[in-house]
């Protein structure tokens, strides 16, 4: 399938009836009018007051008025000083009647949960967590599973301005503490467990462990993964907490005070623990999931995540519009890839997300949804994680609906929201993501920082956008912050990704372009597997490589230098797959385990997991590693010798 081709282009009724065409009439009123989408972006983010304050006014956040951006500086923007609002309030003032929930589980059957039923199980969590001593600024821990207790606790967490940080329950204990360890939760909601293509995965363990390591949790509230669990020693059972009468309290917050920490990771160290405010999230997901998605009242979207990922807090905020959301725990492919879309039928889903690597599953398995499942409520696809091939983009458009609107898009836990993305007013072209979203100043820098057309670049932000992080836990100079965005272009954003801006306005994204590993949209860093892996007496050193990008997608090889006496042998392989399963998660399980000589590092001992990923990928070695900067310049050579053994195999195929 050619890169490029137009696959899809919106009927003319159909773009009329879109929320974007709508907000374009809404600014025609008011005297600002645009001819098409490229006008619109423009103006979005060149006048990011008077874009902002469109949206503030358009989705009628609060009555009044206020500045919009008091500074333009990155890092250090501020945002809408001295407005008050509160995300839990902000949800349930758009509650209408239907289902707030629709979940299914691999134990569970489909179950609803009406907006009424929802704000009141929120409010009574957030009375008991007010008995418990939890004010706001205060951090409450979760370690669950996609499910309706995660967003009921959530809710109730940001309704007395608590901040809320959840590890996935597939997360390992070492990696939950390095988490949780940095914020320091005083409340811990848990489950003992969960089930995975149809295997029960017992977490009562791991909670012990988390707990041991965090002193400083007061309570610790039991959610059961299954009817049958024991009570989790010295804990609250969660229906004590969730089944209360409270009548809903929503405290007024500053537009910037903490909502919920994510985790990213750089290269070294911990997790990057990434604080983001009510505000900015709010008026980030009404803007991107109304605009961008498409979503209106009484659609229901599906996303399929964990809560460890973004794309969850995301698809939450689908609520903000009224929107249902369908959650589902458990695997894509039990007990087969037909799995999730017989749920997209009956939960009648009208915009659905997944990974790119799970559509490329549904490819590889010759799944055909659309003679096997009927999807008229469908509309719209999204696509995210990692770039979308050109291949699945046809599987899609052949097996599923030459009708259906396909939205690949990019961003980053970094903001809770894509950079580029969908909009329902444009074409679809094979392998590339339709434009850079309202309000974000996406270019594409070369090393000296020009803007690139047409030639892949790094992808940099250069204005603020809202839903930036207000900061860095724990770090409280800020400097882990600059060096984390804003070392390489002083002012600019550097996500770290490298991308194509077409002269047609559309983007493609080619992989990663740090040392980060990404799977199914999860961003952790190499450090995180060498802190598991280099703990087994068998080897001495590691160095992960994640060939996501052009030529190789989603492939990530660790390569291992085994201890004195030892080899990288299958029994070795194996206790390292098992390693990481169990200290990280299932994911992040190589799909290769290297043999090597050696690893290569520069002259300050950093490992040269960027260039050996480049090589890989097809580099010239003189032109992605200067040799004199090595410890060891001969070290090099090994990974010389596999990128030309990987290349004329390529050829040979």
């Not at 047409?454 to 060096?483: A, I, N």
């Not at 660790?558 to 006496?565: A, D, E, I, N, T």
Request: proline share 6%.
């Amino acid at each position: 399938m050619p890169a490029g081709k137009m696959l899809w282009k919106p009927d003319p009724a159909f773009a009329r009836r879109t929320n974007i065409a709508a907000f374009m009439k809404w600014m025609g009123k008011r005297g600002q009018t645009f001819s098409d989408y490229d006008e619109l972006w423009k103006w979005s983010v060149d006048d990011l007051d008077g874009f902002w304050g469109a949206i503030w006014k358009y989705f009628d956040v609060a009555d009044a008025d206020y500045p919009v951006l008091g500074d333009r500086k990155m890092p250090g923007a501020r945002w809408f000083e001295g407005a008050e609002l509160n995300y839990a309030e902000q949800v349930f003032r758009r509650k209408r009647e239907g289902a707030s929930i629709v979940a299914k589980s691999e134990r569970r059957a489909e179950k609803e949960l009406s907006w009424q039923e929802l704000e009141r199980r929120a409010a009574s969590v957030a009375a008991r967590l007010r008995a418990e001593g939890v004010e706001g600024g205060d951090r409450v821990g979760a370690y669950l599973p996609n499910s309706p207790e995660a967003v009921e606790a959530f809710l109730g967490c940001a309704s007395i301005g608590a901040i809320w940080s959840c590890c996935s329950s597939d997360f390992g204990a070492p990696a939950v503490i390095d988490r949780f360890s940095q914020i320091r939760p005083k409340v811990l909601i848990a489950t003992d467990g969960y089930s995975y293509g149809g295997k029960w995965f017992d977490r009562t363990g791991a909670v012990a462990s988390v707990l041991h390591a965090l002193p400083e949790v007061k309570q610790l509230v039991h959610v059961k993964g299954r009817e049958k669990s024991e009570p989790l020693e010295g804990s609250v059972p969660w229906e004590d907490f969730a089944a209360g009468k409270a009548s809903p309290e929503y405290e007024p917050l500053p537009f910037d005070h903490p909502l919920w920490i994510l985790y990213s990771s750089g290269t070294t160290g911990l997790p990057k623990p990434i604080v983001h405010g009510h505000g900015g999230i709010v008026i980030e997901h009404l803007k991107q999931l109304s605009l961008h998605n498409d979503l209106k009242p009484k659609d229901r979207l599906f996303w399929f995540t964990t809560t460890g990922w973004m794309m969850w807090n995301y698809m939450i905020g689908g609520l903000l519009q009224g929107v249902t959301a369908v959650l589902y725990n458990g695997s894509p492919s039990f007990p087969d890839m037909n799995a999730l879309w017989e749920l997209v039928e009956s939960t009648e889903t009208t915009f659905m997300g997944g990974s790119a690597s799970y559509f490329a599953g549904c490819e590889k398995s010759e799944v055909e949804p659309r003679s096997s499942f009927s999807l008229k409520k469908l509309r719209g696809i999204g696509s995210t994680g990692s770039p979308l091939t050109s291949e699945s983009f046809e599987w899609i458009y052949s097996a599923v609906g030459e009708d259906i609107w396909l939205a690949s898009v990019s961003g980053g836990t970094d903001v809770c929201a894509p950079f580029v993305g969908g909009c329902p007013i444009l074409p679809v072209y094979s392998g590339e993501i339709q434009c850079r979203c309202l309000g974000a100043k996406v270019e594409s820098y070369d090393e000296q920082g020009n803007s690139l057309v047409g030639q892949v670049g790094e992808l940099v932000v250069t204005e603020p956008m809202p839903s930036m992080p207000l900061y860095l836990w724990g770090d409280d100079d800020g400097s882990r912050y600059v060096e984390s965005y804003f070392s390489m272009y002083p002012g600019v954003w550097r996500h770290g990704d490298w991308i194509e801006i077409t002269k047609r306005g559309t983007c493609i994204i080619h992989g990663r372009s740090d040392a980060t590993i990404k799977r199914m949209g999860v961003r952790i860093g190499t450090s995180e597997i060498y802190r598991a892996v280099e703990t087994l007496p068998e080897v001495a050193e590691t160095m992960a490589v994640d060939l996501e990008g052009t030529g190789d997608e989603g492939r990530l090889i660790l390569f291992v230098v085994p201890s004195r006496g030892h080899e990288v042998d299958a029994a070795l392989v194996d206790k390292i797959k098992a390693k990481i399963r169990k200290d990280l998660s299932p994911r992040h399980v190589p799909d290769e385990i290297i043999g090597a000589p050696s690893i290569p590092k520069t002259l300050n001992g950093k490992k040269l997991e960027v260039p050996v990923k480049k090589l890989l990928l097809g580099g010239d070695p003189a032109r992605v590693m200067n040799r004199d900067s090595l410890s060891d310049p001969a070290s090099v050579e090994f990974y010389v010798g596999l990128a030309k053994k990987r290349e004329r195999k390529a050829e040979g195929n």
